[in-house]
């Protein structure tokens, strides 16, 4: 239903002179009708939304056309939007900063001179979680991938229900001596020393098509790591979704120009 809406979606982006491409590689909009559909409205928010932001506009008209009400949009901080995202871009939408409001700042942990961003707050709020699974959801169109890959440990958090959503498997890569069968390993580089990550041989066949979650995009070596995993396998890295980039650490410059989404920046 939604790409039968094409045209009325099409004509809404235009009259703020932006061209809309409904494939998902191109605009993330799919969030945006995830919470017309679950969010209280308010007429006056939603005129002053439509003046500023295209896609908004886009959404809430296919919004009219398949739901026969009149769009309104209520409370943004108690149902906070996702962010969008065309491949390799750094977008966020007007509200994510509703988003980092739940996510909970710790100074000085695990050592001194480092600001902890804390998930669990986030995970705790229902709709912020609703949010961010919804986000990480819309980096790929599901026909795009065959399976998603969550990297231990917080990764764990948010790849199962990602995979579910999109009516796809999950591959856990995890440390050393944790699975079972036999593995095939990387090691990668840290601050200090090394590090290794393991998957089991037979979790991905040639040519299969991959999604990779985490939580956060740091410095970029575990990501690139489980990249490189995967393609080991005969594997393909269609993209990699974060919860949280830090862009300071440049880690996407590790990533080698893949497709990268990620739903905070910091």
Not at 80 to 102: G, H, Y
Request: glycine fraction near 8%; charged fraction near 25%; aromatic fraction near 8%.
């Amino acid at each position: 239903m939604f790409f039968g809406k094409r045209k009325q979606i099409v004509e809404a982006g235009a009259r703020h002179n932006l061209s809309l491409h409904c494939h998902a590689e191109t605009v993330k909009i799919v969030p945006y009708l995830n919470y017309f559909a679950t969010t209280d409205f308010s007429p006056h928010r939603h005129a002053a939304q439509s003046a500023t932001d295209p896609l908004y506009e886009a959404a809430a008209t296919f919004h009219r056309f398949s739901s026969g009400r009149r769009v309104r949009l209520g409370s943004a901080a108690a149902k906070p939007r996702v962010a969008f995202s065309t491949p390799n871009a750094k977008i966020e939408s007007s509200d994510m900063p509703n988003l980092k409001q739940l996510i909970r700042e710790i100074p000085d942990w695990p050592k001194p001179g480092i600001l902890f961003y804390d998930i669990t707050t986030l995970m705790k709020d229902q709709a912020g979680l609703a949010a961010v699974i919804d986000g990480l959801k819309s980096s790929v169109n599901a026909d795009e991938i065959d399976a998603v890959i969550g990297i231990e440990a917080r990764g764990f958090f948010f790849a199962p229900t990602v995979a579910h959503s999109l009516g796809k498997g999950f591959i856990p890569v995890r440390k050393p001596k944790k699975l079972p069968a036999a593995t095939e390993s990387v090691e990668y580089a840290l601050e200090y020393g090394t590090d290794k990550l393991e998957i089991h041989k037979d979790a991905i066949h040639p040519g299969q098509r991959i999604l990779i979650v985490d939580d956060v995009l740091a410095t970029g070596g575990t990501a690139a790591a489980v990249a490189q995993l995967v393609e080991k396998l005969g594997g393909k890295v269609v993209a990699l979704a974060f919860v949280i980039e830090l862009d300071f650490l440049s880690g996407r410059d590790k990533l080698n120009g893949r497709r990268i989404h990620s739903l905070l920046h910091y």
